[in-house]
């Protein structure tokens, strides 16, 4: 089946600085993405989300960028804290007809104090 | 509102047993998926039950089994134990009113022995 963004890269920061986590999906016809962050021993925690009709959302400290022509997802987080460091996971549902999420590898992300 | 509450937290078993996972979704919401997440395979869907039927079902051999029942509580089940089933289970809740966001339980960490 068709997958997202499947690897772990380790993105390494340093407190302060913006981090942007990127994910590459291939389900053309998927219309929402959502990013996850999980902590060791913990679920997969909502963070932010976004629908194809739109190219860019905001949270509190984030930023989500959908680029559909290259089928691209990216997650910023500004001035990144200690407790930001986790793995993050993009995932998309390609399911109009319920819930049905395919996730990538997740990327590691760790902030140097 | 409490959040989506997984039982039990870990569990042995050996090859050969079968397991039962709880899952008690967020109050309000119907909708109810299950994951499987281990490290060479990350996060997969295994099925999504809705007001008591399975909507979605991923690729996963018959050994593995859901129920909902009327208070969306969900149950899934595994038959015949084998090694490469110890993972994490995650269980995930969402609702309609509340943009089909799946906000997940902490899992449950099956070990076979």
């Known amino acids: 089946g068709e997958s997202v963004g499947l690897h772990l890269p380790t993105l390494s920061v340093q407190e302060g600085d913006n981090s942007i986590i990127n994910c590459a999906y291939s389900?053309?016809?998927?219309?929402?993405f959502i990013w996850y962050k999980q902590e060791s021993g913990k679920g997969p925690q909502f963070i932010i989300d976004i629908r194809s009709n739109m190219d860019k959302r905001q949270g509190q400290r984030v930023t989500v960028l959908l680029n559909k022509t290259v089928k691209h997802l990216s997650l910023q987080i500004a001035a990144t804290q200690p407790g930001d460091s986790a793995v993050y996971f993009c995932?998309?549902?390609?399911?109009?007809?319920?819930?049905?999420?395919?996730f990538g590898g997740g990327t590691r992300l760790m902030v140097k104090p | 509102k409490a959040g989506v509450t997984q039982t039990p937290r870990y569990l042995i078993k050996t090859r050969g047993q079968q397991v039962t996972l709880s899952c008690s979704p967020i109050s309000g919401h119907r909708s109810v998926s299950w994951y499987q997440q281990t490290p060479g395979q990350g996060l997969q869907f295994l099925f999504e039950?809705?007001?008591?039927?399975?909507?979605n079902k991923g690729n996963f051999p018959g050994r593995f089994s859901g129920r909902q029942f009327s208070n969306s509580r969900s149950e899934m089940n595994v038959s015949t134990l084998e090694l490469g089933d110890s993972a994490l289970y995650l269980c995930?809740?969402?609702?309609?009113?509340?943009?089909?966001?799946?906000?997940f339980g902490p899992g449950t960490r099956l070990t076979v022995l």
């Open positions: 039950y809705f007001s008591e039927t399975q909507r």
């Open positions: 995932a998309e549902n390609p399911n109009n007809a319920g819930n049905m999420l395919t």
């Open positions: 389900n053309s016809a998927s219309d929402y």
């Open positions: 995930a809740s969402s609702s309609r009113l509340a943009g089909d966001t799946q906000y």
